[in-house]
């Protein structure tokens, strides 16, 4: 599903690159306030990337609760996201320093503001783009709102770093609270109350970790009816036909409940295929904007020039965007598996390290 989702991430901002139109509300003859326009609603699938990692980075210290674990995972967060997010990051800069007009030429075309505009980088006034500030705003991404002009679809990266410090937290607190289950239901409740005054972006990783308390401290178990089931699957495409958070948030609900309850979908999606997906759907995130505004953008002037359509050149490079981009994310994929794995190692020792000293006993040698 995370692979799923990044594909309509994908589809989402080649849309807004090569044909903007299709984006517009319905009255002006887009997809906007439509049961189609999941198909390429990005935000939607934005926010329950946000909702399934609080389910997953939760799931087991609500099953297990380790305050060795925990805390090694909480100090592993950020090391784990900086790597790849920061070789994206010094890709982007690469594409402003040597194929900065690409994305304008294109622009001009399609009349996107979003691609002229560097896929709406923000980027501050009186910027100029150099390796050390590419360098700093790899960790910067993650620690501090709006600092994401060398990639802006890395816009979500404080979200996802905060959101898993906030789940992170309602674990901490649902162990402290483990034998009065109505306190830790008060609890997430609290937390949800805060994000919607505060920061509801990080909503749904509170939404997601009482998901995964629910099922996996109290045993929650959901089988869904055919009535159940597509009662939850007709709500999903009807809020997520705009872009609403709090709806938005819903229609992410309903979904994580219906791929709960139904284990015959869960198969479906648990094959081969969907296994990769997964695997490349972080990587994917990463590169795919990058395509848009380099190889894509000259494609699609190249197309133009040649005397194809807007809407056959738009449809063209959507589909060369999301092949491309996959074959792109393979290093991204490789180099995350390895420094997951290296960090995975680490992680082991730290917490064995953990519990001996909190056992009373020699630690075991590094």
């Known amino acids: 599903m995370r692979g799923l989702a990044c594909v309509v991430v ?32 990005g935000t939607a699938a934005v926010n329950f990337f946000f909702l399934l990692s609080g389910f997953v980075l939760t799931c087991g210290f609500h099953r297990a609760p380790s305050w060795p674990r925990l805390g090694v995972a909480t100090l592993k967060r950020l090391p784990r996201l900086v790597p790849p997010a920061g070789l994206s990051i010094l890709a982007g800069l690469a594409i402003l320093l040597f194929w900065p007009d690409a994305h304008r030429e294109a622009a001009a075309l399609s009349g996107s503001a979003w ?44 979200y996802e770093f905060w959101g898993s410090m906030v789940a992170f937290a309602l674990v901490a607190g649902s162990a402290i609270l483990r034998r009065a289950p109505a306190a830790v239901v008060a609890l997430h409740a609290l ?31 959901l089988n869904w009816s055919g009535p159940a089931a597509a009662a939850l699957a007709v709500a999903v495409p009807l809020t997520y036909a705009g872009h609403d958070w709090t709806l938005l948030t819903l229609g992410s609900l309903a979904l994580m409940l219906l791929l709960l309850g139904r284990e015959d979908l869960a198969r479906r999606l648990s094959g081969r295929a969907g296994a990769l997906l997964g695997a490349l759907s972080f990587p994917l995130y990463l ?58 190692a680490f992680a082991r020792r730290g917490t064995a390290w953990l519990n001996a000293r909190l056992a009373g006993t020699t630690p075991p040698a590094p």
């Open 10 to 41: 994908v589809a989402h901002h080649a849309a807004l690159g090569f044909l903007p139109a299709i984006k517009a509300p319905w009255a002006d003859g887009g997809l906007l306030h439509t049961p189609l326009c999941f198909l390429l609603n």
């Open 115 to 158: 691609l002229g505009n560097f896929a709406n980088a923000r980027m501050p006034a009186g910027t100029e783009p150099g390796l050390a500030d590419a360098l700093r705003q790899s960790d910067a991404v993650f620690l501090h709102r709006w600092d994401y002009y060398y990639n802006s679809n890395l816009w979500t990266m404080f």
């Open 191 to 221: 937390a949800l109350a805060a994000c919607a005054i505060r920061m509801q972006e990080l909503a749904p990783f509170v939404l997601g970790s009482a998901l995964a308390w629910g099922i996996e401290a109290r045993g929650l178990r």
């Open 287 to 344: 590169v795919h904007t990058l395509v848009i505004l380099s190889v894509g953008s000259a494609l699609f002037t190249a197309l133009i020039a040649g005397g194809v359509g807007r809407v056959a050149a738009a449809v063209a490079c959507m589909a060369a965007t999301l092949a491309i981009s996959l074959v792109a994310s393979l290093p991204f994929m490789l180099l995350e598996r390895r420094w997951v794995s290296l960090l995975n």
